[in-house]
């Protein structure tokens, strides 16, 4: 059974940082790109961050560049997400996600999304 477990989520000043992890079990994604989205109380649930299969290629959400940090550990078979600079605009459950594609060009699209984590609580306070 595959499982995606995010850890690291919290409570943070606004100004912050927090890092987040994403371990997956039960089958291996290292052919597979990866990613973040986050879904805020009332909001629709929107793209965050990817990251290709090899870790080459990363893309961002206009939002959070210059401040939010994907990377990967194939390996550990575990995604992280390295968040600074928090506002409470980045307030939301955050999921990570492995995508059906290998290659990433843009943003992961929800519905190229194979698997979802359960997600975790980023609350940033002002």
């Known amino acids: 059974q595959v499982q995606l477990v995010e850890s690291g989520g919290g409570l943070v000043k606004e100004g912050g940082s927090l890092s987040l992890s994403c371990a997956a079990s039960g089958r291996t994604f290292s052919s597979n790109a990866m990613g973040w989205f986050r879904q805020a109380p009332g909001k629709e649930r929107e793209f965050v961050a990817a990251?290709?299969?090899?870790?080459?290629?990363?893309y961002y959400a206009d939002s959070v560049k210059g401040r939010f940090t994907i990377s990967r550990d194939n390996a550990k078979n575990t995604v992280y997400l390295h968040m600074t600079s928090l506002t409470p605009e980045d307030t939301a459950v955050y999921y990570c996600?492995?995508?059906?594609?290998?290659?990433?060009?843009?943003?992961?699209?929800?519905?190229?999304?194979?698997?979802w984590g359960q997600g975790t609580q980023v609350t940033v306070s002002s």
């Open positions: 990251i290709s299969w090899s870790g080459g290629t990363t």
């Open positions: 996600a492995v995508d059906k594609k290998s290659y990433i060009s843009a943003q992961i699209m929800a519905a190229s999304v194979i698997y």
